[in-house]
């Protein structure tokens, strides 16, 4: 499985920009979709995820309400849709594709294949 993410870019604070994630491999469908970010100097962060089915989507506290995730299995693609963006969302933000079919992991360990990551930053 191999997962291509796309969308980053320069952004001014209040800003939209969506992310997308495509996955090679006829398994996608079967399995949860997890959005994370690294902003420099900190660890990576759980910002998103969502069941295969897309009835699922938890929300890191500091994006709710203004981030939605959304699949699409006939195109093996997941979104991550950002609003209402501020300078704190800078990071680099990862998909990747979990090792469970069922519920919506939210640690990094719990996924197993990573795409290489896109660039946001929102300037004040």
């Known amino acids: 499985v191999q997962l291509q993410a796309s969308g980053g870019g320069l952004v001014q604070a209040g800003g939209s920009l969506r992310l997308s994630c495509i996955a090679s491999?006829?398994?996608?469908?079967?399995?949860?979709v997890g959005w994370f970010r690294q902003a420099p100097g900190k660890e990576r962060e759980f910002v998103a995820a969502i069941t295969r089915s897309g009835g699922i989507t938890p929300y890191a506290d500091s994006v709710k309400g203004r981030f939605t995730i959304l699949r699409d299995n006939t195109k093996n693609t997941v979104y991550l849709q950002m609003n209402s963006l501020k300078p704190e969302d800078t990071a680099v933000y990862y998909c990747?594709?979990?090792?469970?079919?069922?519920?919506?992991?939210?640690?990094?360990?719990?996924?197993?294949?990573w795409g290489q990551g896109t660039l946001v930053t929102v300037s004040s």
């Open positions: 990747a594709q979990s090792y469970f079919s069922g519920g919506v992991p939210r640690r990094i360990y719990e996924y197993e294949y």
């Open positions: 491999g006829r398994t996608f469908s079967t399995y949860a």
